[in-house]
């Protein structure tokens, strides 16, 4: 772990995950708090770290200090819960040697009564250390796992940090970029991302629409690049441009239900209702498939569409297949007011309706 001003939520971190690993590595990059007094209560073996607004040099440090077999990493805001650390303690007994990274969802936010997910994505969690991979990125940093044998988990690590780090990570890609710096690989995506997210979004635009040209990125950055640039369209009120840049993620991937469900929101702004219950339609025909974005919103391939369909059915006249659309959405959100109030009224509509 690198950390920095943390004494509050590493216990809660290194609680959860303690008693499952061999070692604690912790670096620090500067706190004036307990962080490092907090670490060593848990056993953790703690370096530090001159900080230099480079968050991949941080991670590629702490990495060289580990001497395990295996290295997991996460972050201060990260945890796993009961059942993840028992899949994890499942894991560090089974898991073969041939493995040279293992890959584990990323809860990115949960619903807060039943700690479902509500949106995650994947990352390789655990790396075999002799396999040397290392960090890649000032900012967004991310492991390079270009080649060797991959297991994919269902284990999930929890993130419960509610800051947003957009302020900082911006001004260190502008420092770099002031510098001297480029913007080679995934640092424009995430420039784009930065800009985007500071409400910047004409300076945004461009550099979204750079990305897209690169021969080099990965896919599931260009569906999300794809889907950040329509927005970006969104708030500037260049409607037409944000159909095309949903449309242009076709280019690179299936049609993912999160785009499939923005295309739907855009035709039914317009009233186009038939066009609107085929997008959704292809949302739910492909949410259990396993094509990916980068982040999967679980709303998009659960309720939502389904919320949708019955008001565009609704709208279309066709009552029952509106019924019976808003009961799916309740089968996920049965305590959902909305929905309930929906089934009241459609209930009715259908008993009063004259036979056809």
Known sequence: MIVKDEETRLPICLGSVAEVVDEIVIVDTGSADRTKETAAEFGAKVFDFAWREDFAAA??????????DYILWMDADDVFTESNRAKLLRLKRELTSDIDAVLMNYVLREQEQTGE????????RLVKRSRNYRWIGIV??????ADGKQLLTDIAVTHRGAESHSGRNLRIIEQHLASGGELEGRLRFHFACELADAGRYEEAVPQFADFLRDPQANRDDLVLASARLADCFGHLGREREKLDALLQSFRYDLPQPEICCAI????EDRQEWAMAVYWYVQALQNAGGG?????VHAASRTWLPHSRLCLCYARLGHLRKAYEHNREALRFMPNDP???????????ALETAPPQ
């Open 59 to 68: 991670r590629n440090f702490s990495f060289s200090k580990a001497t395990c």
């Open 117 to 124: 997910p509500l949106a995650f994505t994947r990352r390789n």
């Open 140 to 145: 967004h940093e991310y492991l390079e796992v």
């Open 264 to 267: 739907g929101k855009w035709m």
């Open 291 to 295: 094509s990916w974005t980068a982040i």
């Open 338 to 348: 909305g929905l309930l109030e929906n089934e009241k009224k459609l209930k009715l």
